[in-house]
């Protein structure tokens, strides 16, 4: 996959950007979007197909997207596919920085160092080029101005907008209420589009919630006492963070 496209995470970030305050709109449902937005441009690029409501790998051969292929070789470690349900309420933590990180290197955004409260440093991003940006809202406008049904890309980028909330980030206000239902709307001029739209809002639901698995209990050992709970297996210990940890505001 050449680099002179934006991709669908790319552009669903860039969407969600406020420029006057440099966060993120919607940042709890956007990683889950962003998630989705890997499948939908892993799909158009030929690696990944829908098998009803999962996920089936057709082709492993990586894009040269570093971030796209860690995700195509987490489905392809999958062996069967995998519900597109689950796989977007899987663990997903970083993956907004991520793309921050990298659409800064690829001078898109700049990164703002500031404080909050006075004290703790924070990040925010600014775009440094909101002609993309324009171009970008502009395909959507456009979309649901005219009613020409979209390119695929477009319709799944209306589909995943939607999906994460952004509608009303993007078309505010009473005045908006047509675009943001028009918007909604265009969510079936893509199959996979519409695929990962509605996982993206089953797992907002809670439909993506996996049942957990209680282990057998261990036997007791000496000295042990009645009914005390055998520490986890396999899950690290998370790091303590410092009262001075730099915080990025989304």
Do not use: F
């Not at 305050?21 to 449902?29: K, L, N």
């Not at 080029?129 to 005219?146: F, K, P, Q, Y």
Request: hydrophobic letters at 40%; charged letters at 20%.
């Amino acid at each position: 996959m050449g680099r002179s496209r934006r991709t669908l995470p790319e552009e669903l970030l860039l969407l969600a950007l406020d420029p006057a305050t440099g966060t993120t709109a919607q940042p709890q449902s956007l990683d889950l979007g962003l998630a989705g937005a890997q499948l939908v441009e892993l799909a158009l690029a030929g690696r990944i197909a829908p098998d009803g409501d999962r996920i089936a790998v057709v082709q492993p051969r990586p894009t040269g997207d570093p971030t796209l292929d860690c995700a195509l070789e987490l489905l392809r470690r999958r062996g069967a596919p995998v519900r597109a349900v689950h796989w977007i309420g899987g663990p997903r933590l970083g993956l907004r920085q991520v793309y921050l990180s990298h659409l800064e290197r690829c001078g898109m955004v700049a990164a703002v160092a500031g404080q909050m409260c006075g004290v703790l440093p924070t990040t925010r991003y600014q775009a440094t080029d909101n002609a993309v940006t324009r171009e970008i809202r502009g395909r959507l406008d456009s979309a649901i101005r005219t009613g020409v049904p979209p390119d695929p890309r477009t319709a799944a980028l209306a589909a995943l907008a939607h999906a994460v909330g952004l509608g009303k980030h993007l078309y505010p206000g009473n005045e908006g209420r047509s675009s943001r239902s028009r918007l909604r709307d265009l969510i079936r001029h893509d199959p996979m589009g519409g695929l990962v739209a509605h996982a993206v809002m089953d797992v907002q639901n809670g439909a993506g919630a996996q049942p957990r698995r209680n282990p057998a209990p261990a036997p007791a050992g000496p000295g042990a006492r009645p009914g005390a709970p055998e520490p986890a297996r396999g899950v690290p210990m998370q790091p303590r963070r410092g009262a001075m940890a730099r915080a990025v505001v989304h």
